[in-house]
């Protein structure tokens, strides 16, 4: 799982940060991006894609890495942003805006999938980074459980479309939810041109 990061550390890349997003599915919500900068002297054990951990190993790991990795940074695009840019752009909008809160800043970006989001630093992208990377499996884990965080909020403010078990994907409750109930502010229209053929 450090790899990648070794490559770097051998080629005299001091600082190195993984970036990955949760949330470029759903219906509503948020995208939400993480980078992190792990400690090379300080290893987490049990980094994995999130996808692959429990809700309970992901807020345990959750905890660790926002203790002990050098830096971190977790940000949004909101669905407005969603809309107006596509879900693409919004992403890597996240991204960079995850990338700034990050001291130091690093020298090499390692990003989960195969588009280069623009940071304005060496990038390296990584297909599947998020169970080959330690470092971009520390940001999965820190978007997704931040995201559902979110969510769980967002499910209390607005009852009766399912939220808080769905987490705004698009489930065959969520879009009976919206016909019956009516579009929410924090839906991203875009996603919704087809809803008729939900009906």
Same mark, same amino acid.
């Given at each position: 799982?450090?790899?990648?990061?070794?490559?770097?550390? %051998?080629? +005299?890349?001091?600082?190195?940060?993984?970036?990955?997003?949760? +949330? $470029?599915?759903?219906?509503?919500?948020?995208?939400?991006?993480?980078?992190?900068?792990?400690?090379? /002297?300080?290893?987490?054990?049990?980094?994995?894609?999130?996808?692959?951990?429990?809700?309970?190993? $992901?807020?345990?790991?959750?905890?660790?890495?926002?203790? !002990? %990795?050098?830096?971190? +940074?977790? @940000?949004?695009?909101?669905?407005?942003?969603?809309?107006?840019?596509?879900? *693409?752009?919004?992403?890597?909008?996240?991204? $960079?805006?995850?990338?700034?809160? *990050?001291?130091?800043?690093?020298? #090499? /970006?390692?990003?989960?999938?195969?588009?280069?989001? +623009? #940071?304005?630093?060496?990038?390296?992208?990584?297909?599947?980074?998020? %169970? $080959?990377?330690?470092?971009? %499996?520390? @940001?999965?884990?820190?978007?997704?459980?931040? !995201?559902?965080?979110?969510?769980? !909020?967002?499910?209390?403010?607005?009852?009766?479309?399912?939220?808080?078990?769905?987490?705004?994907?698009?489930?065959?409750?969520?879009?009976?939810?919206?016909?019956?109930?009516?579009?929410?502010?924090?839906?991203?229209?875009?996603?919704?041109?087809?809803?008729?053929?939900?009906?």
């Amino acid at each position: 799982m450090y790899e990648f990061e070794g490559e770097a550390f %051998a080629g +005299g890349i001091r600082f190195v940060c993984g970036i990955d997003e949760a +949330g $470029r599915g759903p219906l509503a919500g948020p995208v939400c991006a993480a980078a992190v900068i792990l400690n090379p /002297a300080d290893q987490i054990e049990g980094l994995n894609d999130s996808k692959k951990l429990s809700e309970k190993k $992901r807020e345990a790991l959750f905890a660790e890495i926002t203790r !002990r %990795a050098l830096s971190y +940074g977790i @940000a949004y695009a909101s669905p407005e942003e969603i809309d107006r840019l596509n879900i *693409l752009q919004a992403t890597f909008l996240a991204m $960079r805006r995850a990338v700034e809160m *990050l001291s130091p800043q690093p020298e #090499l /970006a390692l990003v989960d999938g195969n588009r280069d989001p +623009g #940071l304005g630093l060496q990038t390296r992208t990584i297909v599947k980074g998020d %169970a $080959r990377s330690a470092s971009i %499996a520390a @940001a999965s884990i820190l978007a997704k459980v931040s !995201r559902d965080r979110v969510m769980l !909020r967002l499910a209390e403010q607005y009852p009766g479309y399912g939220l808080e078990q769905h987490k705004g994907y698009p489930t065959r409750q969520h879009y009976e939810a919206i016909l019956q109930r009516g579009i929410l502010p924090i839906h991203r229209r875009s996603f919704l041109k087809n809803l008729g053929d939900h009906a």
